[in-house]
């Protein structure tokens, strides 16, 4: 039972755009960062959610590594097809736009994609490929990310956690929306471990000497150090499918540095070698299909629902209440939270009343009654 404090979606939505606007992102840019950070905690996924409005876009415009202000370049551009510089800018602004033209390609051409290079992080992967499932298309995004997690037999993080993303309409209340890392845990989920005082699983971290670790802050301080390093999904070696999961976080780290000739791996770390910031300069693809250039949206709404329930209704194991289908739970958290908000933990709380303080802003939050 949730027992943190919640902060309506309309108070929350407008304190965090408010303070974008702060540090000098403009209006319009803010509108569009907040969103996709509040559709986060919308679906329940607070790792991506208001957990890293400071640490992950705060913190890096204060350090140099992320730009306020979003100069999107378009270097190539085709009928169905768009390469973006994003010139260091806000990931979140750069993808909206990326998205929209590839919609509007897509409805024309039946499909289209496109590649950002010179890019920051850009939220949660799932809003970019449900924007395309609110027209009737399916989404398809990754995105690479600074090194955290290891190839399979080894201990050195390589490649970010790269999640692989999919958005399909169907003709149920939600969408088929698969949207996960291709590591079996992501850095956001150990921060929200750290931030609630929780360890970490074991098995989902290798050390140096191949063994794990389960302190939550312990590891995101060594692996920041290149000490120990994220295991892909089926995690250690072969007999478990580690080299299944590890196959596809290369996918998404070729895709998304290759398709824009950007950079990848180490070059992805933030860090130069004297341990000074330097800008991500990450990359992320995009692609999007129209259902009625093959059978039709209702031909795949239909069929598609028609797997889903079929696999929902299937024999359930001993002791399990249901089965579930990628997308469901997160709808029902939707359900859950519509109409109480966004639930902040203390350590969430804190960050707020920090930064309404130093901005002088007028607001007054639930927790504080």
């Known amino acids: 039972m949730e027992t943190r404090p919640y902060v309506p979606w309309d108070l929350m939505n407008s304190f965090m755009i408010d303070v974008f606007k702060k540090y000098g992102v403009p209006e319009e840019d803010a509108a569009i960062c907040a969103d996709v950070l509040l559709e986060s905690d919308r679906r329940g996924i607070e790792s991506h959610g208001c957990n890293r409005f400071k640490p992950i876009y705060l913190d890096r415009i204060d350090n140099g590594t992320l ?4 100069k999107m370049d378009i270097v190539k551009e085709t ?25 509007e390609k897509a409805k024309t051409y039946g499909m289209a994609g ?18 395309a499932e609110k027209e009737g298309m399916i989404g398809i995004s990754g995105t690479n990310a600074r090194p955290s997690v290891a190839p399979t037999f080894g201990v050195e993080p390589m490649m970010g956690t790269n999640p692989l993303t999919f958005t399909m309409p169907t003709d149920e209340e939600f969408p088929f929306n698969f949207d996960c890392a291709t590591s079996i845990v992501q850095n956001g989920k150990i921060e929200f471990y750290e931030r609630e005082g929780k ?26 150090a290149g000490n120990c390093a994220l295991l892909s999904i089926g ?72 797997i889903l329930r079929g696999l929902r209704e299937s ?19 939707w359900q859950e939270r519509k109409d109480k908000g966004v639930p902040v933990g203390d350590s969430i709380q804190k960050e707020l009343v920090e930064l309404r303080e130093k901005f002088g802003l007028d607001y007054k939050f639930p927790f504080e009654a």
């Open 79 to 103: 009928p169905t097809t768009v390469v973006m510089d994003a010139n260091n800018g806000m990931g979140m602004v750069a993808s909206y736009h990326m998205m929209k033209k590839l919609i």
């Open 235 to 306: 995690g250690l070696g072969e007999e478990t499918g580690g080299y299944k999961g590890y196959g596809f976080t290369t996918i998404v780290e070729i895709l998304s540095a290759a398709l824009a000739g950007g950079p990848f791996m180490k070059e992805l770390s933030g860090k130069n070698p004297d341990g000074t910031n330097k800008m991500y300069r990450l990359g992320h693809f995009f692609f999007v299909i129209n259902p009625e250039f093959f059978m039709g949206l209702d031909t795949f709404k239909k069929t598609a629902g028609g």
């Open 199 to 224: 360890p970490t699983p074991a098995g989902l971290v290798v050390t140096k000497d191949g063994g794990t670790m389960t302190d939550s802050g312990a590891i995101l301080r060594e692996m920041r």
């Open 315 to 333: 024999e359930k194991a001993p002791g399990a209440e249901r089965i579930y289908t990628a997308g469901e739970k997160e709808w029902l958290a």
């Open 114 to 131: 496109g590649a950002i290079y010179n890019s920051t992080h850009y939220g949660i992967a799932g809003y970019w490929t449900t924007m």
């Open 67 to 70: 730009l306020p202000v979003t």
